[in-house]
């Protein structure tokens, strides 16, 4: 399941371990200090994914703490990780446009996509 991420937590120096977290209200949590990712198991493959990239955004910038700031730039790095522009192309054509059906596609949760496409109309907006 998307070994990439766990070769970059490799490269980041970040061990991931499973935790029961869900009855806590977290799916995951990051822990700087021990540089590791506790994640639960239980989670959907999308959900897991999405919590193990955006966890490892936390990591790459080496957040300490959780601020509204630091919670949007792991969400960014995530982007980063889980979508590739020319597959969102494909998918959100093979889709016709249908979001659920292009979140699928890129086997992402469906916040993620819109969080991605936000990006998109943003960097539109910035540059022009």
Do not use: C, F
């Not at 869900?22 to 959907?44: C, F, S, V, W």
């Not at 966890?55 to 590739?84: M, S, V």
């Amino acid at each position: 399941m998307h070994t990439h991420l766990h070769d970059y937590a490799d490269q980041l120096g970040v061990t991931i371990t499973h935790a029961t977290l869900l009855e806590q209200g977290k799916e995951a949590d990051y822990n700087h200090a021990t540089r590791t990712i506790r994640i639960d198991p239980r989670l959907p493959p999308t959900h897991y994914l999405w919590a193990l990239a955006h966890e490892l955004g936390h990591a790459h910038y080496g957040h300490t703490t959780n601020t509204p700031r630091n919670e949007h730039k792991a969400d960014k790095h995530a982007l980063t990780l889980l979508i590739n522009p020319s597959d969102y192309i494909t998918a959100e054509t093979e889709a016709d446009g249908n979001p659920e059906h292009t979140a699928a596609l890129l086997g992402i949760p469906l916040h993620a996509l819109y969080l991605y496409q936000q990006r998109l109309t943003q960097n539109r907006a910035d540059s022009g």
